[in-house]
Structure formats: C-alpha cells, structure tokens
C-alpha cells in the first residue's frame, strides 16, 4: 500500500533526500564517520552549515544585510526571543489570525510583565474561529513601534497572507514556519523572519532565522542564547547546533534548488492545493471553512464533511487506505491535508480519487 503523510509536522520528506541521507549515514564524505559523529568545529561540518546557508540565501534570494542564523527551540522560543532582543521598551503590534498568531501575542504579553514594551494586538480574526485574515488601517500603527508580527501561513485554520500590508513604515516580523520556501516571498520585505524547520525544511529541532543585520538588537538580552546578536557573531556555533538537522535541510535546500527553486515549488504548491480546492468547491459533501478565497493556504488545507461522525469515519478509513495524518488540529476538528514542499502530487490525485469514492457511498447510503 502506498502511504501519503498529511501530516502537519514533522511533515513528509523528499524521498531523494532521505536516500542521499540513507547512503551517507555510515560515512559521510570519506570521514568514516557518521553526520552525528562529526564535531561541529570540524572542517566538514563547516563546509555543511556553510552549505546550507549559502543555498538557502540563494533560493530566497537573500540580501547581504540580512543574517542567517540556525537555531534550536523551535518556532515557539521565538516568540520570546523576538521581544527579548527586539521589543526596545516600545510597543509591538500583533496580527492575530490563527492559534499560533495568538501564542505569539500570549507570550509577549506575559513578557511584558517582565520587560518594559507594550504589546499590541493590532487585528484579530479569532472572533469568527479565525476563518480570514483581519485587516487593519495602517494609520492606526504608531510609526515608533518596534515591530509588527505576523504569520505568513495560519498552519492550523488554513490560511495566508500573501500581499504584505501597510504597516506604517514599521518593521515586519513574520513566523514563516508553514510556508517558507512554499511562496515566493521578497526577503527584504521583512525585518526578521523565523520558521521551525520541521514542515517544509527538515527534521524537528532547527529553527531558522533570517534577521536584517541593523534590525539586530545591540544591548545583550537576557541570556546569552537568547541573544540573537551572540548567535550572529558566532555563526550559529555558540554552542552545539542541532548538527544532524542542518545537515539534512542542506540537503533538502539543495533539492529544492535542484527542482528549479521557490519559484517552481510556489507554481506547483498553487497547482497541488488548486486540485484539492475546485475538487471540494464542485463538492455538496465537503466545505472549506476559510470565508475569504484570497485568503487560502496552498500548505494546509481543512475540510469536513457534512457531519462530526462522517468526519470521524472519513479519517479513519482514510488511514486505512493509506492516507496518514488527515485529522484535523485537535482544536478545530475535521480533516486537514498539508500539502507542503515534498508532498507528492499523486497523492492530491489518490485523495480526491477517495474523497469522491467516500463521498458517493455516503450520499446515496
Ligand atoms: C508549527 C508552528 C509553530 C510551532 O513550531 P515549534 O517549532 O513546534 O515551536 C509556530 N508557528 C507556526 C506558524 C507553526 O506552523
């Protein structure tokens, strides 16, 4: 049976990578040893986070100014360490369009009573259980604040921003981590950008950073770890980076180079998540919860059926014939197909071919 892992993340892998990693994992580069075996002080591991960093500039086309920095704790720790280093004792404007949006607005409010800066929430869609991007006036964002946070992909209910607002001249900062090298972003767009690496880049336990070097902070925050200026100045190797998933999202950025870049995988994420939409879209059994068309992922697509139970019974045949990770964020329930980078287009092709099958034997019974 032929497997297709939805999952939302840790996601699903190029196969060719796993390979390459499969072939190299005994010996890597005539070390006789393995990746996780090497120092990260040694010549061949930094010709890997060298590696990775320079296609990863290339395929994002990544400005001079801006560095780049390969950390651990993932996606969540940042959403201290922006404020940390970056808050200023100004204030910070908050997009909230999704579960994580709101994380990211909880935890500089608790900071805040910490540290001295004012977190604002400048937008929020939660109201309507986050089903479109909320818009806002630019005017109402204070041109003094430090920064304003979004979230590019609302990896929970399914949706984007794809146009970057008006935020006053003030410094965006975007949690990427569901669709970096899924759309074409313009780096220089952004003050910093952050991204887990475990849904379109690699394994758990690397967190990705590109942050412009005069958005830096100067003072040191509060840890050493938590400083991204200690991180930059060490390049990365601070202390011991998560050395295996580097190496693996080399190889993965390598892939998507080989594949034709951003670029190519934007066009092809469109094509794969525009399958899956017209097909639910023609549907009278399946719904798309997000309101606003403009607004849809090509990473994470949600549905359901016309019933809680039919939900249940879709996710769990679905599993059975091989289609893996399907159920919804617990918080929202359903079903959610992620549709990242590796995802094959067969399996669109496989599921609708299921979904229509489902469908039919459920309308008519
Ligand atoms: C998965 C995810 C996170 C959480 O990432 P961790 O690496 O588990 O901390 C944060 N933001 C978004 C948009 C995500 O998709």
């Keep these: 049976m032929t497997i297709y892992n939805f999952s939302a993340g840790p996601a699903v892998l190029p196969k060719e990578v796993l390979k390459k990693a499969q072939a190299e994992f005994l010996d890597y580069a005539n070390t006789g040893m ?25 395929l994002m086309q990544i400005p001079d100014n801006y560095k780049v920095l390969f950390l651990q704790g993932g996606a969540s720790t940042q959403f201290s360490m ?46 309507d259980a986050f089903d479109h991007i909320p818009l806002f006036e630019a005017d109402s964002i204070d041109p003094n604040a430090a920064y304003v946070h979004l979230t590019t992909n609302n990896t929970i209910e399914g949706t984007s921003i794809y146009d970057l607002p008006d935020t006053n001249g003030v410094p965006i900062v975007a949690d990427m981590s ?14 910093m950008i952050y991204a887990g690496a475990q849904k379109n880049i690699g ?49 993965v950025f390598e892939h998507v180079q080989s594949l034709g870049g951003v670029a190519k995988m934007a066009e092809l994420n469109r094509h794969k998540s525009g399958l899956l939409y017209d097909f639910i879209d023609q549907s009278a059994f399946y719904s798309n919860p997000v309101k606003n068309e403009g607004d849809r992922s ?10 809680a139970a039919l939900d249940q019974q879709f996710y769990q045949e679905a599993d059975a014939a091989g289609f893996k990770n399907l159920k919804g964020h617990r918080s ?34």
């Excluded at 075996?37 to 960093?53: T, V, Y």
């Excluded at 579960?99 to 409010?109: C, D, F, M």
């Excluded at 758990?204 to 938590?226: H, Q, Y």
Aim: net charge negative; aromatic share 10%; with cysteine.
């Design 203 to 251: 394994p758990a336990g690397l967190t990705i950073v590109i942050v412009r070097e005069d958005f830096l902070n100067d003072k040191p925050a509060l840890s050493s770890m938590l400083d991204y200026r200690i991180q930059a100045d060490n390049d990365s190797l601070y202390n011991t980076p998560p050395t295996f998933s580097i190496y693996m999202a080399k190889l």
């Design 34 to 58: 393995s990746v996780m075996e090497l120092s990260h002080r040694s010549k061949a591991f930094d010709d890997i986070i060298k590696g990775a960093e320079e296609t990863l500039r290339d």
């Design 82 to 127: 922006l404020p940390l280093n970056m808050a200023k004792g100004k204030k910070a404007y908050y997009v909230v369009a999704g579960s994580w949006g709101k994380k990211a607005y909880t935890e500089a409010l608790k900071l805040s009573k910490t540290i001295p800066f004012e977190p604002i929430c400048l937008a929020s869609s939660e109201a």
């Design 178 to 191: 569901s669709n970096i090298l899924a759309v074409d972003y313009q780096v220089s767009d952004f003050a």
């Design 298 to 307: 090509v990473a994470n697509i949600p549905f359901v059926t016309p019933s």
């Design 332 to 365: 929202v329930g359903g079903m959610r197909a992620s549709l990242y980078n590796a995802f094959p287009l067969e399996g669109v092709e496989a599921l609708i071919a299921f979904m229509k099958a489902f469908e039919d034997k459920h309308r008519l019974g």
